[in-house]
């Protein structure tokens, strides 16, 4: 689990003196190096040994030999018991067999070179997948690990994991941000490619929310801590990309099933093998040529390169089950209001029939400020600059319809059409050709009716993201088949900006439970449906489909925990990004599971036609397993959408 570092554990050491000192330097030395140590030392063995046979003295060169088997081999075989122990018989359990068995027949050549090959493939392989997670190392050493706070009216310098929520954080120019927490004081420009993955900095001022492990390029902020420590944002990535990269994809788990009863299967064929052609050797080829190791790590080590690739570019893939099925993504469903528009509705234009435009505006302002709606606030925005906004009194809702409330004694409504008519209230030809001119212009109009008659429409509208309108050819690129938008909008607000974007299909006047059968119905069509949204309102589509993929999620923690794939930052073209990485992967995996499967074939007839010995076997093998890590390395380069 990722903790940020302590002091105590950030602190240098002390060194210690003399001798001592030498010790712990070895001590560091064999620690960091005692693999490539092991494979150096028996391969030394081996060319003594080879040196000693060549000048005439074959005892002291098998002696040599030996000491290399146990020298590369007693970690193997440790290994294969600890195994063993667990009834899991590895390819640890085979290398040691073959090694024992050459050694047995007086092969000890053989039985020093598969285990110096096999501990220098360990090596490497130890060194390539270690590559692999380096973008999560990167993330982690992005970490925050001190932060100036202002105790008692000092300026004090602090572990970040201590600072307490509502403390006040001193950021100047350069530093890392330690909490997720709002701006009360100063301006800057902040770095958030930590969470976001855009490195263009982002202008935080008074009220703006910071996060931690973001950087500050310049100016000055004070700011309230709102969460430390593990509950921050950058730490909830860590955890997450972690997490991800354990999960197992659904065919990892079968190839790990698989491998459990080949393993036991190969030892009994080369049993019968032996007692068939009396070859020991040939056996013990058998045995290590067919190991499965290529074949068990094709699988996570694409997930890990891939995830870590994603987490660098600010999109959170929750697991290899969760990446393999975004591989197979045919249509994608988006929401419309804060996913393909800003999510920032203006009002942009009024129009009044009777009275004025500031008494309408004050007394239907009166009422949409107690409404939670989304196009309520534009509209007391615009009602607040034109003067004092009077109370409001009986408030309601109708759902889907309105809002109504009294002031000053009069019946004010907002709303659409409907509420209209279920109050009686008619609506003259000219208020409904205006209506369906400002709808097909994708504005959103709302009637405003003060007694029985309507007084005015306010015309508001939510304006397209520039990323939006390429977004379908880029899906379409990535190998999305269908782009549907579901709004509650109604339908001619719904097929201007449907028709703008190019969307292959659109629904309209869409309540939540409608967006779950839209989502059903392209399932039945046979086609693996992700769902885009902001992770809350859209909770139960994003639950409904196939993929579920929240956006604009830094800082929110239901978004985090409900989407399948998170897009930290809140645009759109990660999307095609995420999709297409996920894709790759799934490419990437089924490339290396095909050379795993066809090298071991190859080996095994090989072997059957005596042209492949255990050293060669197990050359081909270990250079089969790094060519399955460094393929799937090439994920960790992905750019494109």
């Not at 008519?421 to 209506?435: G, M, T």
Request: with cysteine.
């Amino acid at each position: 689990m990722f903790s940020f570092p302590s002091q105590r554990e950030s602190a240098v050491p002390v060194a210690p003196v003399g001798g001592l000192f030498r010790l712990e330097r070895l001590r560091a030395l064999w620690v960091a190096y005692d693999k490539l140590i092991i494979t150096l030392g028996s391969g030394l063995l081996i060319l003594l040994g080879y040196l000693a046979g060549r000048l005439g003295w074959p005892a002291a060169a098998n002696r040599l030999m030996v000491l290399a088997t146990l020298l590369a081999g007693y970690r193997v075989a440790a290994s294969a018991w600890q195994a063993l122990r667990f009834r899991v018989v590895g390819i640890n359990a085979l290398v040691t067999l073959a090694a024992l068995g050459a050694t047995i027949i007086g092969e000890y050549w053989e039985a020093a070179v598969v285990t110096f090959l096999f501990s220098l493939g360990n090596y490497l392989e130890a060194r390539t997948m270690d590559k692999t997670r380096a973008a999560l190392r990167k993330l982690m050493e992005l970490a925050p690990r001190v932060a100036r706070v202002r105790r008692e009216g000092t300026e004090v310098e602090v572990p970040a994991e201590e600072v307490e929520p509502g403390e006040l954080v001193l950021i100047r120019a350069g530093d890392k941000i330690p909490v997720d927490g709002m701006v009360v004081r100063g301006r800057a420009a902040v770095n958030q490619a930590a969470i976001t993955g855009e490195s263009l900095p982002v202008q935080k001022e008074p009220g703006d929310h910071v996060f931690s492990g973001t950087v500050s390029e310049s100016g000055y902020l004070e700011v309230e801590a709102e969460r430390t420590g593990e509950e921050t944002t950058f730490a909830r990535i860590m955890q997450l990309v972690e997490e991800a990269q354990e999960e197992k994809a659904r065919i990892q788990r079968w190839l790990e099933n698989f491998a459990r009863y080949y393993t036991p299967g190969i030892m009994a064929v080369s049993a019968l093998t032996y007692l068939v052609t009396r070859d020991a050797l040939l056996a013990l080829t058998l045995l290590v040529i067919a190991c499965p190791g290529a074949l068990v790590i094709a699988t996570p080590v694409s997930i890990v390169a891939a995830t870590g690739n994603a987490a660098r570019h600010g999109v959170l893939i929750k697991g290899g089950e969760h990446l393999e099925k975004a591989g197979r993504i045919r249509a994608v469903v988006l929401d419309k209001t804060g996913t393909l528009t800003r999510g920032r509705p203006q009002v942009r234009k009024v129009r009044v029939w009777r009275g004025s435009e500031k008494e309408m505006l004050l007394k239907a302002a009166a009422v949409e400020k107690l409404s939670g709606h989304p196009l309520a606030k534009p509209l007391v925005e615009r009602a607040e600059s034109l003067g004092t906004i009077p109370l409001a009194e009986d408030f309601q809702v109708y759902p889907g319809c309105g809002v109504t409330g009294t002031v000053d004694g009069e019946i004010i409504r907002v709303g659409n059409r409907r509420l209209m008519q279920e109050a009686s209230i008619p609506v003259p030809v000219d208020v409904e050709n205006y209506l369906a001119g400002e709808e097909s212009a994708g504005r959103t109009a709302v009637l405003v009716a003060i007694g029985e008659e309507i007084w005015g429409a306010v015309s508001i509208a939510d304006g397209i993201r520039d990323e939006a309108k390429n977004l379908v050819s880029r899906l379409k690129a990535a190998g999305v088949r269908k782009v549907v938008m579901l709004t509650g909008d109604n339908q001619r607000v719904a097929r201007a900006v449907a028709r703008e974007l190019g969307m292959d299909e659109y629904q309209a006047e869409v309540l939540p439970e409608g967006k779950v059968e839209a989502i059903r119905r392209l399932k039945q069509e046979g086609l693996v449906v992700a769902m885009v949204g902001d992770g809350i309102n859209d909770a139960p589509a994003l639950a409904a489909a196939d993929v579920g993929i929240a956006m604009g999620a830094a800082g929110t923690d239901v978004a985090m925990e409900t989407a399948d794939i998170v897009l930290m930052s809140d645009r759109l073209d990660k999307l095609p990004y995420a999709i297409g990485l996920s894709r790759q992967t799934l490419k990437n995996i089924q490339q290396n599971v095909t050379f795993a499967i066809l090298v071991v074939a190859v080996l095994l007839l090989g072997v059957m036609g005596k042209k492949v010995v255990l050293a060669s076997g197990m050359l081909i093998h270990e250079a089969s397993v790094l060519l399955v890590i460094l393929n799937a390395m090439r994920l960790m380069r992905y750019r494109n959408g």
